[in-house]
């Protein structure tokens, strides 16, 4: 490839990987947090944030008849993520009541397994019900193209001010209330020592719930985002886009919250400029190979910490 | 509401079934062990011909055979070695496209199914040893992500390596397996019998599924099973106790591949064909499923595993398009309502080898072939054995230990007191090869040992106990303390595979000296030896503890606070164990707080504080020392100073 053209390519590519980092970073959040209070993987967590773009699909159906929604786009859009944040919230927290809790104490492997039986059990459920075909987000009708910023070479859409715009409010928020609130300090509280919070009247199951909660809830944003960006939903999207975001958190270190954010946009810029200075056909590839570089380096991720081993 | 209840209809279903499968189990464990596998296995040779050669059957067997040895493969990595491979059918790819590259018109090449079959399981071994080697110090979940991460570049590769793997569309018309001039796609004949190509494939897998069983269960038997266990219970423990971590790891990694290249060979003979698509994520999880339901790291759990997942779907097929909806909901049901899996997690019976009252006899057999050790050639006593000079180590600006200096000679016990956080553990940690000083020296019989990992020291005969009991919590009592006798045995895979007159007699040795250890140490515990290790009250795990370091044949034994946690007349009769040990010609160096004991029976005493030696010396001179005073109870006169002010 001419090498001009390509380094003319690269501040769009910039823009592109950072839109994706940002969905990766919302999903990954959830990996996060359940990994930091329970330290499991939980794979429903994809199925979750599909779900998300399905109900903001649903409200999309409502809302939009012909190509002209029936109220004003930004109220449709608040509606959406609104309507897809709560139902994903509530199906996180009723996964956890019904398939993890009663294995709590059992072997590591077997709330796998459990997380295994529910993303399978969503994946083909939603395809039962919405068939096979994606859904189609008609994106235009809700953010106009026109807003769209120009610099020089580099364009962003409103789809991508939005995404990046709201993922990092969201983040803020996140942080806000993982450090700044008592629910927050509960919540962490559990993660160090869940036996010790609870002599200390910290009600742990209530604070896990509140994990999954939370989890869900920015999941189900981010699966109204990544609607609104690829224009449709499928009931497979669930799957790629988790394993993604669960790499984006061991690559920052996983139950590290900052290091979740940083480890998905170093994924999203990783991918997009991978796939378009290399080969769309081995960005999979390529994000691996530095997920295992930086982990063969660096153990513990980007920005976790070496606990030496206590004896 | 009608739907409700059929849901709640199920779930006493599923927990009926439960506990059927629980009596069924107590059933199967009573009939003997031998007969139980005769019958299993003539009725799986009769199983064709029993439903009238019937294709759809056959094939439904045949493919639950292809997921046994892939299965028992992981249960190698997962269950044995506990490490989390979700890159795993990267290895069964491996196997398949091998056979599809050397035996098809692809490459023009038609080699035989025989010649093929070592070439691919050996290169799916080596691509295990690859993967494992850059994530051998990853654990638990940066495995699996790394592993997974693997798998998917492998099936990547596949993709879009068209001109070498002709892409998506894989590779067909591969060769049949042709074995020594028997062509298996052929109809063939024994006499009256005759033999479809879909019953002949099935044999083959048949074949294959119990040699991989065999092989496996060996293993697990084997001293290098039991390190596997070791190492998937405790890291740390293993290596004190003289297992190599990296190269049992790496050799769980290749033996796993090497299942799952071998079951790839007989898929691509099989269907003939191989594509991409065979070897996705989902496939890796399907097999992880089967462990885990059947029961982690038992095998015939693994097999009931995979004749249930296989044929669940199989039973689902009148519900075509629900059935994986169905599929993922009885996973989730099943571990809700046994997540022990089908089967339950007990450990594999072993065949007793002695009884109670063989014990003694046994132990007389054990002095005529005492496994080498180092305590083998007795030392003169006051020797020095180990020699501590100038040894510091910080952590970060933390000096857990500055300039400390001692002896340990031949034949003496040395107690090592001082207040929590004087830096006592980091000592021992130093001496046991798990930390790395930052400065000294430490010599054993004259040698430099610094820097020499664990697992070697181990070998050299200086083997330590843990403060907070770090036994291997899976492992039965008996296994515990064969896991000390690793560095003892010998035995390599090749003999422990065929099962050799020499393995079988080294094994049989060791596990009468490791029942003699615990005989000898009381209580009852070399009768409880197959309980598991867990059940045991605090005191005798501390027993168990020391029989573990013991079997080892150390010359040096680091015991870090044997009596903690037990009442006062358990405390003397482990102090007097203590004393017997030195008698017979143990070294002992030994952290404590129970001051009775330390004065009972040391010969000397260093105290630490703050990471320095403040007093060396018999236990008189030292209860005398006025620094020893002063830091444990504080400084007389700055205290009254204090009171005063």
């Known amino acids: 490839m001419d090498i001009n053209l390509a380094l003319a390519q690269l501040p769009q590519q910039f823009v592109n990987g950072l839109t994706l980092g940002c969905v990766y970073a919302l999903l990954a959040l959830g990996y996060c947090m359940v990994y930091g209070v329970l330290e499991m993987l939980n794979f429903a967590h994809g199925e979750v944030f599909m779900v998300g773009g399905y109900l903001g699909w649903g409200v999309i159906s409502v809302l939009i008849v012909g190509a002209a929604p029936a109220a004003a786009p930004l109220l449709v859009l608040v509606v959406m993520l609104v309507t897809a944040m709560v139902g994903a919230g509530a199906l996180g927290v009723g996964i956890e009541r019904f398939a993890y809790r009663p294995l709590r104490s059992s072997s590591r492997l077997a709330p796998l397994i459990s997380a295994l039986g529910v993303s399978i059990f969503l994946q083909n459920t939603v395809m039962l019900a919405m068939g096979t075909r994606g859904k189609m987000y008609p994106t235009r009708a809700i953010i106009p193209p026109e807003w769209t910023l120009s610099f020089g070479d580099v364009t962003i859409t409103g789809t991508r001010l939005l995404i990046i715009g709201l993922s990092i409010i969201l983040m803020f928020a996140l942080n806000y209330f993982v450090q700044g609130t008592r629910w927050g300090r509960g919540m962490r509280a559990v993660a160090q020592d869940r036996e010790e919070a609870s002599y200390l009247g910290i009600d742990a199951n209530k604070m896990i719930s509140l994990t999954f909660l939370v989890g869900s809830v920015l999941a189900g944003a981010a699966g109204v985002l990544i609607g609104l960006y690829y224009t449709q939903v499928d009931f497979l999207m669930g799957w790629a886009a988790g394993m993604k975001a669960f790499t984006a958190s061991v690559l920052g270190g996983i139950g590290n919250i900052q290091g979740a954010m940083l480890g998905a946009i170093v994924l999203g810029l990783v991918e997009s400029l991978g796939a378009a200075f290399i080969s769309p056909a081995y960005k999979d590839i390529i994000a691996f190979a530095v997920l295992v570089a930086v982990l063969v380096l660096k153990p513990s991720g980007l920005m976790g910490e070496n606990l030496p081993d206590k004896v | 509401m009608e739907r409700l209840g059929i849901i ?142 693997f798998g998917e570049i492998i099936r990547i590769l596949l993709i879009n390596l068209a001109p070498i793997t002709n892409g998506p569309n894989g590779i067909s018309k591969i060769d049949g397996a042709n074995i020594l001039g028997v062509n298996l796609n052929q109809v063939l004949e024994f006499g009256f019998l005759r033999s479809e190509s879909v019953v002949n494939y099935y044999y083959l897998s048949l074949v294959f599924a119990a040699g991989c069983l065999l092989v496996a269960s060996r293993l697990n038997r084997s001293r290098i099973g039991r390190a596997w266990q070791a190492i998937r219970d405790d890291e740390t423990a293993a290596q004190c106790m003289g297992i190599h971590k990296s190269n049992l790891k790496l050799l769980a990694f290749a033996s796993g591949a090497l299942f799952a290249g071998v079951a790839g060979v007989i898929f691509a003979a099989w269907q003939q064909f191989v594509s991409p698509e065979t070897f996705t994520l989902n496939e890796v999880v399907t097999i992880f499923c089967m462990i885990v339901l059947g029961g982690t790291g038992r095998l015939l759990g693994v097999v009931v595993g995979a004749v249930v997942l296989v044929t669940l779907p199989e039973f689902l097929r009148e519900y075509s398009i629900y059935r994986m909806a169905i599929y993922g909901a009885v996973l989730v049901l099943i571990m809700r309502y046994r997540p022990q899996g089908l089967l339950g997690k007990a450990a594999e019976r072993v065949r007793p080898v002695l009884a109670g009252d063989q014990v003694a006899t046994l132990a007389e057999r054990v002095e005529s072939h005492c496994l080498p050790g180092p305590l083998a050639q007795p030392l003169p006593a006051g020797t020095p054995l180990l020699e501590v000079a100038d040894l510091s180590k910080s952590f970060g600006g933390l000096k857990a230990v500055q300039g400390v200096s001692f002896t340990v000679r031949q034949g003496e016990i040395v107690s090592i007191i001082g207040p929590n956080g004087a830096g006592k553990t980091t000592l021992f940690n130093l001496i046991s090869g798990l930390y790395r000083p930052s400065s000294g020296s430490i010599r054993y019989l004259g040698r430099s040992i610094v820097g020499l990992p664990p697992h070697r020291l181990a070998a050299l005969g200086i083997v330590r106990t843990f403060q907070n009991l770090r036994l291997f919590g899976g492992m039965t009592v008996l296994e515990n303390v064969l896991v000390g006798l690793h560095c003892r045995l010998e035995g390599g895979l090749l003999s422990i595979v065929l099962n050799t007159s020499s393995f079988r007699r080294t094994e049989s040795i060791a596990r009468a000296k490791a029942i003699a250890l615990l005989d000898a140490l009381g209580h009852g515990l070399a009768e409880r030896r197959d309980d598991l290790v867990l059940t045991l009250t605090y005191a005798d795990r501390r027993r168990v503890e020391i029989a573990r370091a013991l079997a080892s044949g150390p010359r040096l034994l680091l015991l870090d606070e044997p009596v903690a946690g037990m009442n006062s007349a358990e405390a003397e009769e482990m102090m007097n164990r203590i004393g017997h040990l030195r008698d017979a010609g143990y070294t002992i160096l030994l952290i404590e707080h129970h001051m009775n004991v330390v004065m009972g029976i040391s010969d000397r005493v260093v105290v630490l504080d703050q990471g320095r030696k403040i007093a060396e010396g018999t236990p008189e001179a030292v209860q005398k020392d006025e620094r020893v005073i002063e830091a444990y109870l504080g400084r007389r006169r700055s205290k009254w100073a204090k009171t005063t002010a």
Do not use: K, W
Request: net charge positive; aromatic share 12%; with cysteine.
């Open chain 2, 8 to 149: 709640s209809n199920n779930f006493t279903t599923l927990e009926a079934a439960s506990s059927a499968m629980g009596r069924l189990r107590a059933a199967f464990d009573a009939i003997d062990q031998r007969y139980r596998l005769g019958a299993v296995v003539l009725l799986a040779a009769a199983f064709p011909f029993l439903v009238g050669q019937n294709p759809y059957l056959v094939r439904v067997a045949g493919t639950i055979g292809l997921y046994v040895m892939l299965a028992v493969g992981l249960n190698i990595v997962v269950g044995f070695a506990g490490l989390l491979d979700l890159g795993y059918v990267a290895f069964y790819a491996i196997g398949a496209y091998t056979y599809a590259f050397l035996a098809s018109p692809h490459f023009g090449l038609h080699l035989p199914f025989l010649a093929v079959l070592p070439l691919a399981a050996l290169a799916a071994a080596v691509c295990g040893v690859l993967l494992g080697y850059p994530v051998l110090r990853l654990r638990g979940d940066y495995l699996a992500i790394v592993t997974m991460g």
